[in-house]
């Protein structure tokens, strides 16, 4: 899930842009009492209103990062709570759920409270000029008649003009295929650690788990073939499942590149320019089970090893206040995620090809290890990293910011076909 030092890899995991993805903000001006003669209504009032909404917001999403930090697991219930842990991580899940579903809900009343704000100010734009059309100076001819009644105006139009969301390349979507699918909770689907999952396989082969687990973070050049033949034994006990999420760590300025669908892309980084395809994807990547157990950028950054220092290909630089993440599922054909087996070396990358049955040859630079794991760093153990082949994805793929207090927003999904709708 890596974007280093693929300098090779392509897809949007090698691409990268200019531009930083803005944030939303709410809108600027006053407004009025709108129509004379009728009920007045103050623009004020409903942006004030606005402002309620999204102080509720913030926080519910206070109450997210509570409820996303309570750790349920098996050593923090300890021996007398440990039979109880499947439950909690339940009821943990459900909470989580229903905060998620809470957030949405009170974005969406406060985008529809601002939408009706802009509408009365249109409305009262228009009004005013068709006003400042009118030539009093002429005074009305006078006549036994009766005047005719003045005509209602017409209502002012609903709150963002209606109709299905629509992208910048003016295809539509349903409602219902902008809502969250990927969120990280729905990931979460292990019941153990990667840690715990890596240890167990080895357990079930006949090697030494303690023994085990350094030999992953150790880079293939320096172990011996024999290690190499058990490293490689156990890193294929993990398989990607048709229709299991997959991630990918995607960099800022490519992240913004992506949701605007444009078609070619400059690493501000290297200077390099690339051509960008919405339905394609390549790289790097992890499963999402796996990236589920963190929600900050400096923990990705970390796991996923990420550190360039300071090269400039890293998607998540050091101090960084948000990540991009892309999710979507595995196609069917399975075949095109291979294990991030190699070397740093063409030798040894050889060896490992063979040893590991890799359908590529990667001699490439450090801090890559070779051994199909994501260098952990201090954390003491990675990540199982695949490389997918570079092709088009016939599904829907979603991206999600990931920001330093524990939160996530779903920024854009990728309809197969009508390219990506930017949700900021």
């Known amino acids: 899930m890596t974007g280093r030092r693929r300098h090779r890899s392509s897809g949007p995991s090698s691409h990268s842009s200019s531009a930083t993805p803005h944030r939303p903000h709410g809108s600027g001006g006053s407004g009025g009492s709108g129509g004379s003669g009728g009920v007045g209504v103050s623009v004020d009032a409903i942006d004030t209103m606005a402002g309620r909404l999204r102080a509720t917001r913030g926080r519910v999403s206070g109450v997210a990062s509570t409820v996303n930090g309570v750790n349920v697991g098996p050593q923090s219930m300890g021996i007398v709570g440990s039979g109880f842990t499947g439950a909690a991580r339940s009821h943990v899940r459900h909470a989580q759920e229903q905060v998620a579903r809470a957030g949405q809900a009170v974005e969406q009343a406060e ?123 156990v890193r294929n006990g993990f398989q990607v499942a048709p229709g299991e999420v997959m991630t990918k760590v995607v960099k800022p300025e490519l992240a913004d590149a992506m949701l605007r669908n444009q078609t070619t892309f400059t690493d501000p980084d290297t200077g390099s320019t690339r051509d960008l395809r919405a339905d394609e994807l390549g790289g790097s990547v992890a499963r999402g089970s796996d990236t589920a157990q963190y929600d900050r950028p400096v923990q990705f950054r970390e796991k996923l090893g990420l550190d360039d220092a300071g090269a400039g290909w890293s998607p998540i630089k050091a101090g960084a206040t948000e990540a991009y993440q892309l999710r979507f599922a595995a196609s069917d054909d399975v075949s095109r995620f291979d294990p991030s087996f190699g070397s740093t070396n063409p030798v040894d990358a050889a060896d490992m090809q063979a040893i590991s049955g890799s359908t590529k040859l990667r001699p490439w630079d450090p801090p890559f290890l070779g051994t199909g794991y994501t260098d952990g760093g201090a954390t003491g153990s990675g990540l199982p990293e695949w490389e997918l082949a570079t092709g088009k994805h016939d599904d829907r793929i979603e991206m999600w910011e990931l920001r330093p207090d524990g939160t996530e927003v779903l920024v854009g999904v990728n309809l197969p076909g009508r390219g990506w709708f930017d949700l900021r």
């Open 111 to 233: 985008a529809g409270t601002r939408g009706t704000a802009e509408a009365y100010r249109g409305n009262e734009a228009t009004s005013a000029a068709a006003l400042a059309t009118i030539d009093t100076s002429s005074r009305p001819p006078t006549t036994s008649t009766p005047p005719a009644a003045p005509s209602t105006p017409a209502p002012p139009p609903p709150p963002g003009g209606g109709g299905p969301p629509r992208n910048n390349l003016g295809n539509t979507a349903d409602s219902g295929e902008l809502t969250p699918q990927f969120p990280r909770h729905a990931l979460d689907t292990a019941t153990t650690s990667t840690e715990q999952q890596i240890r167990d396989i080895a357990a079930a082969k006949g090697y030494d788990p303690d023994a085990h687990i350094p030999k992953t973070q150790t880079p293939t050049a320096t172990l011996s073939h024999d290690d190499r033949v058990e490293v490689a034994d």
